[in-house]
């Protein structure tokens, strides 16, 4: 997403920036639920506010800031999410009313929500056309180097 058109008091919010995203989506994607509609909701369902759970939602949905495209969501809408997850937050995260909550639960809601499962990796790619520059380069690279034991 271009934040350089937003009004200037939004830039520097994301969470109001996010507000504003989210009360667009309901206007215009009444079926797209965005990272504080998902953040709410784990507000809701662990307790807290949605500020605690807000980083780990925008992560998820990052891509789709930059690319609507649904081969967007292969990595971070997927069990791959999970572990990167806690990779990148920790196992859990403590939430404002001190009570700790395993970051898995928070992504597998978010898919939940999303898709109503939690897709694989391999469950996406069965969706993606192979084309023929997708191996081009490493085809011609194994041509060129001889690999030595």
């Given amino acids: 997403m271009n934040w350089s058109v937003w009004p200037q008091h939004l830039r520097k919010s994301r969470i109001s920036a996010g507000l504003v995203l989210a009360q667009w989506c309901n ?15 784990s507000a809701r369902k662990y307790g807290g506010k949605m500020e605690d759970y807000i980083d780990i939602h925008k992560w998820i949905d990052a891509p789709k800031e930059h690319r ?32 700790q909550v395993l970051t898995r ?18 469950k996406w790619l069965q969706s993606v056309k192979p084309e023929p520059w997708m191996t081009n380069g490493a085809e011609k690279l194994s041509k060129k180097i001889e690999l030595t034991p």
């Fill in 27 to 41: 206007a215009y994607l009444p079926l797209m639920a965005t990272y504080v509609h998902h953040a709410e909701s």
């Fill in 105 to 122: 639960l928070i992504v597998e809601q978010h898919l939940m929500e999303d898709f109503g499962f939690i897709p694989t990796p391999d």
């Fill in 68 to 99: 609507w495209h649904f081969v967007s969501r292969i990595f971070r809408h997927s069990t791959l999410a999970i572990g990167d997850a806690e990779a990148i937050f920790g196992l859990t995260i403590e939430n404002s009313n001190g009570k």
